[in-house]
């Protein structure tokens, strides 16, 4: 008899899309965790340029979902996972970039062209496919709260910040237990009702938004490359911006980017990296 709950109740949890997607995306989640960038950030190596390239980059991903998420607020497969007073990160980041850049931050906002194309996604499924929001809420939120958490001491300690000003990302005053809530997240994800096809995409989703992310960091890798050949490096004020491609696309850059690869890094393990799956 105790066997046969015990079968059942595996059974249950191997159905359960949280634990379909921690399975279908295992070896992508290494290949990221992986990557030089991953690496370096790891080891603390961030810089004050480097975090505020890292929110140009968030910023824009974090509008285009959260813009879908707001419209999509009502649809059967969006409502049970939307949590705006407890996730929302936008006007968080806002309050960072007005920190570090000015009240023209927005003026200053640059990334690489990966970035695009996976807000991009985020929007065309929103239009089209709002089910498959779940697979891109799901990795980036939880990972706020759980790699996030990491990710903001080491950033406070790596650019010798006094405080907690300009780190807004990383605090989430709406949720008291991180681990109660991420229980909870996973238990109102896994009752969204999805046909075979559709569970089957989602699953396939999330792997793109892994790659997605993967790309990011090639783009940026590749822009090192390119960058660390010129001679000198600006600021934000002291040099104009320049169009490199990478990829195939024409993307718009400045010497800031040859010091992202560190803090893209807490990208990384912010969206693909630390969350509890």
Known sequence: ????????????SNRDL??????????VHVRAESTELMLSFQRGQVTLQQYKLLLCS???IYLALEEEMDRNCDHPSVAP??????????????????????????????VPAATERYCHRIRQIGKENPEYLIAHAYTRYLGDLSGGQVLGRIAQKSMKLGGSEGLSFFAFPGVSSPNLFKRLYRSRMNSVELTEEQRSQVLQEALGAFEFNIQVFEDLQKMLNVTENEPGVGTPRSRPATTLQVGGSMIQTNP???????LCLALATVSIGLYAL
């Open 18 to 27: 949280s634990e379909q997607i921690k399975k279908v995306t295992k070896d």
């Open 256 to 262: 800031l980017f040859r010091m992202v690869l560190g």
């Open 1 to 12: 008899m105790e066997a046969d709950k015990k079968t059942t109740a595996q059974t249950e």
């Open 81 to 110: 996972i939307y949590f705006p007073a407890e996730l929302a990160r936008l006007a968080a980041i806002e309050n960072d970039l007005e920190f570090f850049f000015g009240p023209d931050w927005r003026e200053k906002i640059v």
């Open 58 to 60: 968030l910023y824009e």
